[in-house]
C-alpha cells in the first residue's frame, strides 16, 4: 500500500515515515499558501495513485492560536484545509485519516467518563474550535477522525513535549509546579503512529466516522504524569508539587477533563499498550 504521511516534519508524521508512510512536508504542501483551490489541486496531485492518506499536519501552538495576528493561519490549517485534502483524497479514491484532539471537549461528563466518540463537542479556545471545525469538513468528505490526547515523543526525538521538559528537569535538580486539575491520559507517538499504521491498512476499520486512540490505564493528572516520569527515572516524585490550574494561567484555557473512551477503538483494531509501559520504553527504564 502506498500511504502518505501529511506533517512529516511532526511528532506523529515523523514516526509514520518511520512505519514507512511516504513524507509530505510544509515543502510540497504549505496549507497556507494560497486559495483553497491551490491547496486542492496540489493535494489532488500529491495524493494521485496513494491507497490512503494520514493528515497530522495542524497549528498545534495551542496559546499561540489565540493571538488575533494567527487567526488566519490557524483557521486556514486547522479549519479549512483538512476538508479539502479529505475531498482531494476522495476524488483520487484514496482513504483520509485525520488527526484530531481532545481539545473539541471541555467541562466533564456526568460520573467522570471517559468523552464517547458521540458526545457533544463544546471547545473552549481556538485551537479546539478550529480543530472542530476541521473534524466537520473531514467527516463531510467522508474520512475518518481519531481523536487523540497529550501526545509527546521524549527524550530522543527533536523537539519538547512535557516528558521530555518533565524529564530534564529531574535531571537538573529542578522541583516544577504542576497542574494537578487536569485529567486525561498520555499519548506516546510512536504508539499512535503503529495505531494509525494499523487502522489504515485495514479496510474494515477505516470507515467514515470518529475514533478515540491514546495509550490506554488509568487517567492522570499532569502532576501525576510529571510524578511517573520523576518516579522512573530514579528522582523523587514529591519533588514535584501540585497547583491548580488557576494558579497557572495560561493564554488558552485547557479542557479539565480529557480521558477519550477507547472502547471502539479497542473493538476495531485492539487495545492500545498502557501509557506507564509507553512511558518506560520512551524514557528507557
Ligand atoms: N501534540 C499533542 O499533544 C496533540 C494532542 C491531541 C491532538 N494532536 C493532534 O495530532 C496531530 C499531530 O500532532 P503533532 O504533535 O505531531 O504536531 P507537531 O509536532 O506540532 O507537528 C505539526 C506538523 O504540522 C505541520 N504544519 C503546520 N503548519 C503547516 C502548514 N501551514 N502547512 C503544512 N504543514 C504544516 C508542521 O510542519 P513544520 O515543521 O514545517 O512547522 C509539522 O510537521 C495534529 O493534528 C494535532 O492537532 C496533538
Redesign the pocket.
Known sequence: MRIIA????????RELVALGAEPL??RE????GGSRDTVMTAARRLFDGADAVIH?????AVDAAEDPSNAA?VTA?NAVAPGLLARAAREVGARFLH????YVFSGRPAGDRPWRVDDPVRPVNVYGAT?EQGERGVLDAGGTVVR????WSGPAAP?KDFVTTMAELAGRGVDPQVVDDQTGRPTY?PDLAAGLWDLVRRPDAATPGILNYTNSGEPVTWCGLARAVFAGLGHDPERVRPCTTAEYPTPAPRPEWSVLDLAPWTAAVGRPPEWRDALARGLRW
Not at 504542501?29 to 497556507?32: A, G, R, S, V
Not at 488527526?99 to 481532545?102: C, L, R, Y
Not at 487523540?148 to 501526545?151: K, L, Q
Open positions: 501529511t506533517g512529516a516534519t511532526g511528532q506523529v508524521g512536508t510544509r504542501l504549505d496549507l497556507t497530522t499536519a495542524a497549528f498545534t493561519e490549517v488527526v484530531s484532539t481532545d480543530k487523540t490526547s497529550w501526545v523537539g507517538a
